[in-house]
């Protein structure tokens, strides 16, 4: 299975913008990034989702590299709502959207 | 309705006993996902079910058995589970891609922690 790699944690300040690093150099052509967090004690959410071209939706940002070997999850402004787990995936198309989570970053916001 | 919602919140069982977790989902999403997740870990995918076929185990131990009766529940028969076996089991659905190039967001529920004792 394809393999991204994400800083263990990082640290920002509310309302500061929040840029979250992955590196998945062995991506095919066909994988999407896609991105979820997950809160305490609750389940997994979805984020945000690309192939080559950066996305913008009403949560984040994602800008995946020209090569497609990494990618960055921006929150333009973060909450203290936003303290959670963030994984980035590669997902294969054609294994039914099979998502493997990697450990993740854990991201804390002070106030 | 966005909402995957998953039965029981909690579920505390011995060794011998036979239990069973649900999770249902009214967006009309034709793939469905069994994940555990211990403490502190990621999520690890157990099962996936499209269109009420079971298409992939993830090499899971026969003491977990999903079902799929129709495209709107999913659960997971619990049987003869070690300690070993307590987690946050979480369920999720999908669209399934129609074609090669979709890709498509899960919704998780909010899981069933399991403790077996």
């Known amino acids: 299975d394809a393999k991204t790699t994400q800083p263990n944690s990082m640290e920002s300040n509310e309302e500061e913008p929040v840029h979250l690093p992955c590196n998945h150099s062995?991506?095919?052509?066909?994988?999407?990034i896609h991105w979820y967090r997950q809160l305490p004690s609750q389940g997994p959410e979805y984020v945000i989702h690309?192939?080559?071209s950066n996305v913008n939706n009403r949560m984040a940002s994602l800008a995946i590299a020209e090569d497609r070997k990494s990618s960055t999850l921006i929150l333009h402004r973060a909450t203290l709502r936003d303290a959670a787990v963030y994984y980035c995936i590669l997902v294969i198309y054609n294994q039914g959207g099979k998502l493997i989570f990697g450990q993740g970053t854990e991201l804390s916001v002070k106030p | 309705d966005t909402e995957v919602t998953q039965t029981p919140k909690h579920l505390v069982m011995g060794m011998t006993n036979k239990k069973s977790l649900k999770c249902e989902q009214h967006m009309g999403h034709r793939a469905m996902y069994w994940y555990k997740q211990k403490a502190k870990k990621p999520p690890e995918l157990m099962f996936v079910?499209?269109?009420?076929?079971?298409?992939i185990n993830e090499s899971v131990p026969s003491r977990f058995s999903p079902e799929c009766p129709n495209s709107s529940l999913l659960n997971l028969h619990l049987h003869a589970l070690q300690p070993e076996d307590s987690a946050l089991y979480l369920c999720?659905?999908?669209?399934?891609?129609?074609?090669?190039?979709?890709?498509?967001?899960?919704?998780f529920g909010p899981g069933t922690r399991l403790t077996v004792t």
């Open positions: 690309g192939l080559t």
């Open positions: 079910y499209s269109y009420e076929k079971l298409s």
């Open positions: 999720a659905s999908s669209q399934w891609p129609k074609r090669d190039r979709d890709s498509y967001e899960q919704y």
């Open positions: 062995t991506i095919s052509g066909t994988d999407y």
